[in-house]
């Protein structure tokens, strides 16, 4: 069997025509469309210091909020905070972090109508209003690639009550100082794939203006959510038997089939020494990933080699994410791309040499547990023109953008 041929770019390392018209006897009136197009181009929004940027968002977010009339000015209105996550990956971050903790006391001090509540199944069963926020690398035109020179903060108050978005911050922040190394869990989590209900938290936030639904995905998993972030909570605080029990209370949930469930169970029953158990909790991130055709996993490998890092503490488990991936994709109908992945430090046709090196080395990894994989299974490498972080740290703040892909692609019969 011959499968898709695809062009081999590389992957990651240490990711006017001017028209003059002579009118005769008069023009016509220019169009809409010409009108439009002769409209100069906004400038970029220029970032300013990280602390004038969060107090922007912050005080625009709740000085603007349209609060129901009911009780009268001295009414109380109940929040939440949804953690805050990064708009592309959906990590949270010491910053992240650090922007909660100064979100509830820049409401203590200033916004009294606001009484702060956890994050529970308990709190979120009464309907409060929930601050959702997103914190962004962008580039110079604010999108989210190239070079990240920016940090864009996105915050949202949605009522639950109501349904609707209540009021919006943005800002946009220099990256001085700013701390985006991923908390314990994100940064232990050994895969990552589009997961619906963080695509639904996160266009809550960006996707939205005062007066819009909520995002539908986002209501229905907000009680799951709630769970799932006090397992993470736990398992950053090492209190790994309270998380697995709390991972697999959000299983059971309604929606919690998530990909951030499946890496809590792995990674819970792999601290606790439960490696069987981890081992089929890892095959459920295979299965979840293949799925959706695309799964990527954080294979860490020496700088400049296809060789995986020596350390143990890291690689340890490995040849059990091999063989699962091998194992589960052997059982797909569909045809495999092997995608290697590099940050941006370095020259770029090295990184996409290196990237396509590094896929090669796991296509064949996978082909020895999986003989029969070998007719089915393609390597590719894009260095790092698919930075999800963009940072080019080449340590634990970007090693996303390092990943090695798995994507399910149609396969092509012979002729």
């Known amino acids: 069997m011959k499968i898709l041929e695809m062009g081999s770019s590389g992957l990651m390392r240490?990711?006017?025509?001017?028209?003059?018209?002579?009118?005769?006897?008069?023009?016509?009136?220019?169009?809409?469309?010409?009108?439009?197009?002769?409209?100069?181009?906004?400038?970029?929004?220029?970032?300013?210091?990280?602390d004038d940027a969060f107090l922007k968002a912050a005080n625009d977010l709740f000085g603007r909020a349209q609060l129901s009339a009911a009780g009268g000015e001295s009414a109380k209105y109940a929040l939440v905070i949804d953690p805050l996550v990064d708009g592309v990956s959906g990590a949270q971050s010491a910053a992240t972090r650090s922007m909660e903790a100064r979100l509830v006391?820049?409401?203590?001090?200033?916004?009294?109508?606001?009484?702060?509540?956890?994050?529970?199944?308990?709190?979120?069963?009464?309907?409060?209003?929930?601050?959702?926020?997103?914190?962004?690398g962008v580039n110079k035109e604010g999108k989210t690639e190239g070079t990240r020179e920016a940090f864009r903060i996105c915050l949202a108050l949605a009522d639950l009550k109501s349904g609707k978005i209540i009021s919006k911050g943005v800002a946009r922040a220099k990256p001085d100082g700013v701390n985006i190394t991923p908390t314990t869990y994100f940064k232990d989590s050994p895969a990552w794939a589009p997961d619906q209900a963080t695509e639904g938290y996160i266009k809550t936030c960006q996707g939205t203006k005062p007066g819009d639904p909520i995002n539908p995905v986002y209501v229905d998993r907000i009680l799951t959510a709630s769970l799932i972030s006090e397992a993470i909570d736990a398992y950053n605080n090492r209190q790994y038997r309270e998380a697995l029990d709390l991972y697999q209370s959000a299983l059971r949930s309604p929606g919690g089939e998530q990909l951030r469930v499946y890496n809590g169970l792995y990674l819970t029953n792999w601290k606790l020494d439960r490696r069987n158990d981890a081992t089929e909790a890892f095959g459920k991130i295979v299965d979840y990933g293949l799925s959706n055709k695309r799964l990527a996993v954080k294979f860490l490998f020496r700088p400049g080699s296809t060789a995986f890092l020596a350390d143990r503490q890291v690689t340890g488990p490995y040849p059990i994410w091999l063989e699962q991936i091998a194992e589960r994709t052997s059982q797909n109908k569909g045809c495999l791309e092997v995608v290697g992945h590099t940050s941006r430090t370095g020259p770029e046709p090295i990184n996409e040499r290196l990237s396509l090196l590094r896929a090669e080395s796991v296509k064949k990894k996978l082909e020895r547990n999986e003989p029969l994989l070998k007719n089915r299974t393609i390597a590719n490498g894009v260095g790092s023109k698919e930075n999800l972080i963009g940072t080019g740290t080449d340590d634990a703040r970007d090693a996303l953008d390092r990943r090695v892909e798995f994507k399910i692609v149609d396969c092509r019969a012979p002729g």
């Open 14 to 50: 240490n990711w006017f025509v001017l028209v003059l018209v002579a009118c005769l006897g008069g023009c016509a009136a220019p169009s809409a469309d010409q009108k439009q197009a002769s409209t100069p181009a906004a400038p970029p929004v220029q970032p300013v210091p990280f």
């Open 105 to 136: 006391e820049l409401v203590k001090n200033k916004y009294p109508q606001f009484t702060v509540e956890p994050f529970s199944t308990a709190a979120v069963a009464k309907s409060p209003i929930v601050l959702v926020g997103t914190f962004t």
